[in-house]
């Protein structure tokens, strides 16, 4: 009998690169399904197909339902998939990584075993954030001071360069409709940033709980990615859709920040971003005699890798 399940699967190198993708496609009362290679969102307005090797994050929001093909689709190309809630304020699930090494997450578990380089790696991150300070000797309750310091004249400017009225932050968890425009659109903001921060997570196979500035919660890295770019894409679109009118504001900040982020090839700075504050090349994962299978290893002596798949009863190796 014939079954989805006898296709072959792709390889890393025949998928479109996460800094490539388009960085999310939200979609709500409608049901998706596949088509050959492709997902279907079917709904009072008809069928849209969407290639499903160009999506970065899948953004599911209510009245949507999705068959088991559809979810096998995304599920082979890498691709991340959030059910979420009124407003796009709630994530509930992540996606496969689009690659098969354990490269990158294994180096995200170095540097977090040790506080010594959990800080490192913590004050790498605000070396982003704040390009013309050194927070080499800095600590974490300094650091945690900047980054409230960068946020509130982050608000203040935004509020000014719109003229949109601005009196403090208010994140109401249960109730999106409780916040002022303003105050909704960072919200709904900061949530794609979230979604959009999980999926290069996830396709890039690191852990999203190890973080090195958030922590205890299942999504900690995905919080620390996220923050690199919200004073610079995140919260200016949000401005920016709240100046337009109070009437959509959540689904017009969501545009907005669509835009900017392939404008200013996000998905690219991000998976770089990641990387270097990883310290990795990627030198281990390089399989030079057959660049299309994947690469498994056994851990030996001295941090030596040895060929899988070969018995080394009784063999020494060097």
């Given at each position: 009998?014939?079954?989805v ?37 079917e ?11 160009t ?12 068959t088991?093909?559809?979810?096998a ?39 977090w075993?040790s506080?010594?380089?959990r ?14 300070e050194?927070p080499t ?38 109730d999106?409709s ?8 960072v ?9 959009i921060?999980?999926a290069?997570?996830?396709?890039l ?5 190890l ?19 919200k ?5 200016p ?18 545009r907005l ?7 200013t ?32 290893t ?21």
């Amino acid at each position: 009998m014939n079954t989805v399940a006898r296709r072959g699967a792709s390889s890393p190198r025949e998928l479109a690169r996460i800094g490539d993708r388009i960085s999310f496609v939200y979609l709500e009362r409608c049901t998706v399904h596949r088509d050959a290679n492709a997902i279907t969102a079917e709904d009072t307005d008809g069928v849209t197909h969407i290639p499903s090797a160009t999506i970065g994050t899948l953004l599911l929001g209510p009245g949507t339902r999705i068959t088991h093909q559809a979810m096998a689709l995304l599920g082979e190309c890498g691709a991340g998939v959030a059910w979420v809630g009124e407003h796009a304020v709630r994530y509930y699930a992540g996606g496969r990584a689009l690659t098969r090494s354990s490269g990158l997450v294994e180096a995200q578990a170095t540097a977090w075993a040790s506080r010594r380089t959990r800080l490192d790696v913590a004050r790498a991150m605000y070396r982003l954030r704040f390009p013309d300070e050194d927070p080499t000797w800095r600590t974490r309750q300094e650091l945690l001071s900047m980054e409230g310091r960068r946020l509130k004249e982050c608000y203040k400017r935004e509020a000014a360069r719109t003229g949109v009225p601005w009196r403090r932050r208010e994140y109401h968890r249960d109730d999106f409709s409780a916040g002022d425009p303003p105050n909704q659109a960072v919200t709904a903001a900061a949530q794609c940033m979230y979604g959009i921060a999980h999926a290069v997570v996830a396709a890039l196979g690191c852990s999203p709980g190890l973080g090195f500035v958030h922590s205890g919660h299942e999504r900690s890295f995905v919080l620390d990615v996220a923050d690199f770019y919200k004073t610079d894409i995140a919260i200016p679109a949000a401005f920016d859709a709240a100046a337009e009118g109070e009437a959509d504001v959540a689904a017009r900040t969501r545009r907005l920040l669509r835009d900017r982020i392939h404008q200013t090839g996000l998905l690219n700075r991000c998976v770089r971003d990641i990387k270097n504050l990883l310290g990795y090349d990627g030198t281990r994962d390089t399989d030079t005699t057959d660049p299309m299978r994947d690469r498994v290893t056994l851990q030996s002596d001295g941090d030596r890798h040895v060929e899988a798949g070969r018995n080394y009863g009784g063999e020494i190796i060097w």
